[in-house]
Structures are given as C-alpha cells and as structure tokens.
C-alpha cells in the first residue's frame, strides 16, 4: 500500500493516463493523491487550497458524500501532520546517521591556502563563506568528500600549461598538509574499500578529484601520475574549452572530444580513473559516455528538464547515462537548481567586481584578496533568493523517475557556489535525507543516493582498470 501511495506521489500525471477506469476509480484515486500530496502537509493555506479543489472535483456527488470526503481530508493530513512530523525526522535522524554519505564535489581546497583558515575548526558564521570544515562534517553527519584539484582555465600555451600543472601540485600538496594536521579525525581516501575503514575508524574521508584536465596540458602520461598521486576522477573541463573538449559554457571548437582528449578518456579507462563530464558540452558528454568502457559520472550538474541551463543534463543524457551504468551526483548551486529571477542589481554589481579586478584566476594573492571582498558584498547588498532544499530533491524525484534509483547522487559544490535554503553548508545536510523520507523513499533507497551509487561506479572503473 505505501509504495502504491508513494507511486501515486510520484506520477501526478496517472489520472490523465487511466481514461479507461471507471469515473468513480478515478476519482477514489484522485482523492487518494491529494490526501497524500505533499503539499498538504506543509501549510494550512494549502490545506484550504486543496479542500476547495476536492468540493469542486465531486460536485456530481451527493452533500453527505462530499462532506464525508471533507473531513477524511482534514483528519488524515492533520493525523498524520503533528506527531507525524516529529517521527519523520527522527527516522530521518536515524537513516542518515546510519548512511554511509559522500559528498562528490567540494571545492573547499581553494580555502586550505588563505590565510586564518583552519580545516578543523567551525568556520562560516558569515552566510557568504566557507561551507565545509571538519565540525560541521560532523554536524552534517558527512562521512566523505571529493576535494576538487580545481584549476580554472587559462591560456592553452605551453607555458599556461606548466604553471596549471605547477598549481595542481601545490593545492594536492595542500590537502595532504591538511589532513596530516588532523591525522585523528581525517584520512585520504583512494577507494570504496578505504573510504569504509576510514569511516568505521570514525574519521572523515577526504578523495581527491580534479576539476578540468587542463594541468594535464598534453601529456597523456600525466594521467597515470595523478591517479598514483590519488586522484579519482577527472573533470574534463571547466567552463572554457580546453585541448580535451569542448565546454558546456563555451562555443564548438572540437565539437566535443579533441584527437586528445580520447586519448585522454582511454588512457582514464586503463588506470581505472572516473570520467567526470560535469561541465562538458552536450557533444563531449555524447562522445564520452560512446568511447568509455567504463562508467562515468557528472560529479555535480542538475536535471536541464526542471532547469534550463547547459551545466545540466538533458533526459536523453540522463538515459545515456543509465545505459553506460553511470551517475549523475546533483548538485545544490541555485542557480543549476532553479532559473534565477531577473535581478539586474546584482547582476550588474557583480559585473562591476570583473570590471574592477578582472580575471580571477589571473590575479595574484592579494588580488585574490580584494576580488572575494567584493564579490562577497554583492551578496550582502543584493542577496540572491535561493533554491531551496525541496527544489533540490524535485530534481532527484526527475531523475529517479527518468532513470531509476541507482544512478543519482549528491555533489554539493559548496565552496564552488553551492549552497540552498535549508542546505546552506555542510552542516546542514541531513535536511535532504529529511526532504527524501518525506517524500518517501526508503532507507535502502537513500544509501544508494548517499553513497551507494557513486562507490559502485568507483568499484567498477577500478575493475575495468587493466592492472586490475
Ligand atoms: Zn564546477
């Protein structure tokens, strides 16, 4: 009866599909989804809203009848509302803190190297900062995180290329400094296996991954340099072509992978590495998902299908995906969430920060410096209304919908900008396993987006590995 219920919650659309029941079967299932519908539990202007669409829906029947329904309507909501809202997030409470969770996409390394930051203790306070540290981990009951090796895109030349390749080293280095200072509370994690014993050990995982090959420049031997040195997937890109693929925020120019970047792709495939194509264009997504014989993941994008946006992927992706046995890990950055509303003050002050400072990738330390202080007052002065925790799993409802249970996950991108109302960082992150028990999955079915998923296509690209 409840996954009978639960189906009914999740296809609004059965009613316009089931023409052949009988009216009254119909109708017994229409009441059904709106006693159940989740918006009748969240406010009483719903409530109303939804009484009235009941009285109007059976007017044909008789008053005795219809006042009947009317009560059921407010009785089972509200039965099932006060208490009922307590027990749901004590089993929330209980399943997240029984899950094994992960985090696939956190670029929380661009913090290890500012000054005053610590790793180890409680940060944030200021609604603008940093998302994740080691107390709100434990707060947000996180088991795991990938720390993005992020190296944002500039010139393709070969001297562009060492200093890429000369930061990637320094912020990998910056991560094994930050975990051998905590060496009570952190371990770097390379596989499904470790990440388990880290987490019995009671210490929190920390991966590696490295958003955009670019500090690969053209050598495909660095591949199998970066997975020694930990790194467990690659993102292709970023949000500028470079001598892989084509970016998803940038025009055609190998219309998808490069002669390279299938080299690349293969040479991933051999060590056992993830293939991430979050960021990459539609034809470098195609193109990956066709030449991998492994798995891939989207290690933080969104369904395109409830948010416009080329970061996202289409449905048809989203089945490519399936078919290739990959994950798509969504991710929480508003505006991939939910299409911003116009805001043009905020727009243009954040214009004006480019103008001022320029490239942020370009500028020296101090530069660093004064660009953020900038940036971070356009957020106090013109706040963004954010997604909210809802939105986000509406999402995770498409794509389960579209794809099935076992190739979604989570990759927040906070400290890359992700962050929603209700999760706003690290700490809060048991307000999604809330929102999914809610709406009721099951706890089978939470591990599985928690951590489940990702760790079974980390298992097989490593199996697929040849030195496996
Ligand atoms: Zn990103």
Redesign the pocket.
């Known amino acids: 009866m409840t996954r009978y219920l639960f189906l009914l919650k999740r296809n609004p659309r059965l009613l316009k599909r089931s023409p052949f029941l009988p009216t009254h079967a119909r109708l017994l299932q229409n009441i059904r989804m709106l006693l159940i519908n989740k918006h009748f539990l969240l406010t009483r202007a719903c409530l109303l809203q939804n009484i009235r669409k009941l009285l109007t829906r059976t007017y044909f029947l008789p008053t005795h009848a219809r006042m009947l329904l009317l009560l059921m309507a407010i009785i089972v909501p509200l039965s099932s509302c006060t208490p009922g809202e307590e027990k749901l997030k004590e089993k929330a409470d209980r399943i997240h803190q029984k899950a094994l969770t992960v985090d696939s996409h956190v670029d929380t390394p661009l913090w290890l190297t500012r000054e005053g930051f610590r790793f180890g203790e409680r940060n944030g306070g200021d609604r603008s900062r940093s998302k994740v540290d080691i107390p709100r981990m434990r707060e947000g009951g996180l088991d795991g995180v990938l720390f993005a090796v992020f190296i944002g895109q500039e010139e393709r030349t070969e001297e562009g290329n060492r200093k890429a390749l000369s930061e990637a080293n320094e912020i990998m280095d910056s991560i094994r400094s930050t975990v051998s200072r905590y060496p009570d509370q952190l371990d770097i994690a390379v596989s499904p296996g470790a990440f388990r014993n880290i987490e019995k050990n009671d210490k929190l995982a920390i991966f590696l991954g490295m ?1 955009n090959g670019y500090p690969l420049g053209r050598e495909v031997a660095l591949v199998d340099s970066f997975y020694d040195a930990g790194i467990r997937y690659i993102t292709l890109c ?1 949000s500028y072509n470079n001598d892989i693929c084509d970016s998803s925020t940038d025009s055609a120019e190998h219309d998808g992978l490069s002669a390279f970047g299938e080299v690349v792709v293969a040479r991933m495939n051999d060590v056992g590495m993830m293939i991430d194509v ?2 990459a264009s539609d034809a470098s997504f195609y193109d990956a998902i066709q030449l991998s014989r492994a798995p891939v993941i989207a290690s ?1 994008s969104c369904a395109r299908a409830l948010c416009d946006n080329p970061r996202n992927l289409t449905d048809d992706m989203l089945l490519k995906l399936k078919e290739n046995g990959g994950v798509i890990q969504m991710c929480i950055l508003s505006a991939y969430v939910k299409t911003p509303d116009p805001n043009p003050l905020r727009d243009s002050a954040r214009k004006a920060v480019y103008e001022k400072h320029g490239n942020y990738f370009e500028l020296d330390d101090l530069g660093k410096e004064a660009f953020l202080n900038d940036w971070y007052k356009v957020d106090v002065d013109f706040p963004q209304q954010l997604a909210t925790v809802a939105d986000v799993v509406d999402h995770i409802d498409h794509i389960v919908e579209v794809v099935g249970i076992d190739h979604v996950g989570i990759g927040t ?1 906070f400290d ?1 900008g992700g962050g929603v109302e209700g999760c706003f960082d690290v700490s809060e992150m048991g307000n999604i396993t809330l929102e999914l028990v809610r709406r009721g999955y099951s706890k089978k079915e939470i591990e599985k987006i928690w951590s489940g998923n990702l760790m079974r296509v980390m298992e097989e690209v490593q199996k697929t590995s040849i030195s496996s």
């Open positions: 958003e970023h979050s960021h933080h991108d890359g």
